[in-house]
C-alpha cells in the first residue's frame, strides 16, 4: 500500500513531463575534428524535480533527425542500447560541416506513450590549440560503442594509452563502432562484445613501440596468424583489449602535394600528321542510298519468290509423262506384281481350311480325343448384340 502511495504521484510527474509539447532548446558546441559525445539522459526529458529519481521500469526511446531532414547528417550518430539505457549522439564534425546545425530529438515513452521534443542547436566551429598531426586508430575489441562514449571510460582509456605515446596531450578524435565498419554482429554468449574503433591524435611524434606495431614485419606475423610485434609493455590490458594487428598511424606533420590545377587551353588541337579531319563537310543527299538499301534487298527476294513458284506449280510432271518416260520391262513387272497380290488376296477370302484342333471345344491334348459340340462357340460372337 506504502508502495502504490509513492508512485502514484511519481507517475503523475512522469506524465506530465512527457505530455509537454513545447520543444526545450538546448546550445551545443562541437569542433571540428574532435570528437563530440551528447548523452540523450531520460531526466532530461522527463522534467523531473532534482529530489525525484527515473525510475528503472520507464522505457523511453529516442528519434534524431536534422530539421529538415529525415535523417541526422552525415558526420552525426544515434545509439542506444535498449529503451531503459540513453541514447548517444556521437561523432566527429568535417571542416565542411562548420556552421550552424538544428538537431531535433523526439521522445517516446513506451508506456505511456506520451512525447515530447528537444531542439540541440550545433554551432561547430574550429577547435583552439595546436595541431594534431599525429593520429592513431586503435579496435578495442573488449567494449561496445556506448560502453566507451561515456567520458569516464573514454578518460581511462587516454590515461593507459598514455604509457605507449611519447608524453604530450592526447584527445580523442573519433570514435565509430565495429558495425558500422564492416564488423560482424557477435554471439549472445557473455563476454561477447560488438567492438569500437578509437582514434587518437597528439602533438607529439608516435613512439617507437607504436612504429613497431605498424611496421611492415608486423604486418607479415598478423598475416600468418602470429601476435605484432611489441617491444613495450601493454599499459592498456587489461582494461582494454586493443587487437593490434588493426592499428593504424597516420601521420600529416608532412603537408601533402597539391594536385596539379590543369590550366585551360584555347581548344583548338595540336598538328598532327595522322589526324586531318575535314575542314568543310558538304551537304548531302541521301535518299539514292535509302532506296538502294531498302529496294534492292526487296526485288531479290520478289524474284526468288517468282522462281520458286514456277518451279513448284509450273513444272509438275503428270501421270502420262511419267509412265512414258518408263521403259516397259518394269511397267510390265510392276502390272504382273500387283496383279498377282490382288489374285492372292480374293484366294485367300474364299478357301475352305479346317480349323485348328486347340480351338475346338472338349478338346484333349493328351489323347486328341474330341466330342462334336452341341453349338459351336467359336461361331457366337462375344458381343450378343453384333450377332
Known sequence: MAATLFWTPLLVVLLAGLGDTEAQQTTLHPLVGRVF?????HET?????EHVAVPPAVRITYHAHLQGHPDLPRWLRYTQRS??????????ATPEDRGRQVIEVTAYNRDSFDTTRQRLVLEIGDPEGPLLPYQAEFLVRSHDVEEVLP???????LSALGGLWEPGELQLLNITSALDRGGRVPLPIEGRKEGVYIK??????????LKMVASPDSHARCAQGQPP???????????FHVDWCNVTLVDKSVPEPADEVPTPGDGILEHDPFFCPPTEAPDRDFLVDALV????????????????????CCRREGRLK????????????HCTIHGNTEELRQMAASREVPRPLSTLPMFNVRTGERLPPRVDSAQVPLILDQH
Open 37 to 41: 559525445v551528447h548523452t540523450l539522459d
Open 45 to 49: 526529458f522527463l522534467s523531473l524535480p
Open 83 to 92: 529503451p531503459h539505457h540513453p541514447g548517444f549522439l556521437y561523432g566527429s
Open 151 to 157: 567520458s569516464t571510460p573514454a578518460s581511462r582509456f
Open 200 to 209: 587518437v591524435g597528439s602533438a607529439s611524434p608516435f613512439s617507437t613501440c
Open 229 to 239: 610485434l611489441l617491444s613495450c609493455y601493454d599499459t592498456l590490458a587489461p582494461h
Open 293 to 312: 538499301t531498302l529496294l534492292v534487298p526487296l526485288l531479290v527476294a520478289l524474284l526468288l519468290t517468282l522462281l520458286l513458284a514456277y518451279v513448284m
Open 322 to 333: 511419267r509412265d512414258l518416260a518408263t521403259s516397259d520391262i518394269q511397267m510390265v513387272h
